[in-house]
C-alpha cells in the first residue's frame, strides 16, 4: 500500500500569505496524485488532479507540482475562504490512498 | 448538473448489515467508474471501493475485503454497498463519489453509526 504522509499537521498563516504544503509517497505513484480541500460539514472539493491539472472551477491561486514521490500544493495568496483542511490521494496502485490532512489555520 | 444522492445509512449493531444506495443523474452513469468513500467522525478519507462501468471489476480495501459488497445498476443510474459483518471501526459517512481522474463529485454522505 502507498502510504502518503503530508506535512506540516497544521499551517498557521495570515490571509493574502502564500501557503506550500507537502504530500511525499512511500513509493512512486507518477503524477497520478490529486489535492482535495475539505471544510467542516461539506463533502472534499477536488483541486488539483494528476500533479498540476486544477479542476473545474479552481482558482489560478492554487497550483500543484511534482512527480514520482514528491508533490506540493501552493496558495499563492489566501483568502479566509481558504482555511481548511488539505488532502493529497494517489490512483497509482491498488489501493487508492489518502493522506492524513493539512489544517490550514488562521494566524 | 452532476447529482449524487445516497441514502441507507442508519444505527447498526456489531455484526449487523446495511445496504448502501445513491442514485446518480447529470451524466452518463454507464461510462464512468464508480466509488465509496468513507470518513470516520473527526477522521480523515479512506478510498472503500471502486466498480468498473459494466461491474465486471471490483476492488476493496483490504479492511472491508469479504464484508462490503460493491455493485451497481446502470439500467437505474444507481450505485450499492452491500455492508456486512459490521464492526465500530466502519462506523463513518460514506459518500458516493465520481471518480475520473481525481474525485470531481461526491454526494452529501450517508452517516453509518455500528454501536449495541
Known amino acids: 500500500e502507498v502510504v502518503l504522509t503530508q506535512s506540516p499537521a497544521t499551517l498557521s498563516l495570515s490571509p493574502g500569505e502564500r501557503a506550500t504544503l507537502s504530500c511525499r509517497a512511500s513509493q512512486s505513484v507518477s503524477s497520478y496524485l490529486a489535492w482535495y480541500q475539505q471544510k467542516p460539514g461539506q463533502a472534499p472539493r477536488l483541486l488539483i488532479y494528476?500533479?498540476?491539472n486544477r479542476a473545474t472551477g479552481i482558482p489560478a491561486s492554487f497550483s500543484g507540482s511534482g512527480s514520482g514521490t514528491d508533490f506540493t500544493l501552493t496558495i499563492s495568496s489566501l483568502e479566509p475562504e481558504d482555511f481548511a483542511v488539505y488532502y493529497c490521494?494517489?490512483?497509482?496502485?491498488?489501493?487508492?490512498?489518502f493522506g492524513q490532512g493539512t489544517k490550514l489555520e488562521i494566524k | 448538473e452532476v447529482q449524487l444522492v445516497e441514502s441507507g445509512g442508519g444505527l447498526v449493531q456489531p455484526g449487523g448489515s446495511l445496504r448502501l444506495s445513491c442514485v446518480a443523474s447529470g451524466f452518463t452513469f454507464s461510462s464512468y467508474w464508480m466509488t465509496w468513500v468513507r470518513q470516520a467522525p473527526g477522521k480523515g478519507l479512506e478510498w472503500v471501493a471502486n466498480?468498473?462501468?459494466?461491474?465486471?471489476?471490483?476492488y476493496y480495501v483490504d479492511s472491508v475485503k469479504g464484508r462490503f459488497t460493491i455493485s451497481r445498476d446502470n439500467a437505474k443510474n444507481s450505485l450499492y454497498l452491500q455492508m456486512n459483518s459490521l464492526r465500530a471501526g466502519d462506523t463513518a459517512v460514506y459518500y458516493c463519489a465520481l471518480n475520473r481522474g481525481g474525485i470531481d463529485y461526491w454526494g452529501q454522505g450517508t452517516l453509518v453509526t455500528v454501536s449495541s
Open positions: 490521494q494517489q490512483r497509482s496502485n491498488w489501493p487508492y490512498t
Open positions: 494528476d500533479a498540476s
Open positions: 466498480i468498473k462501468r459494466d461491474g465486471s471489476e471490483k
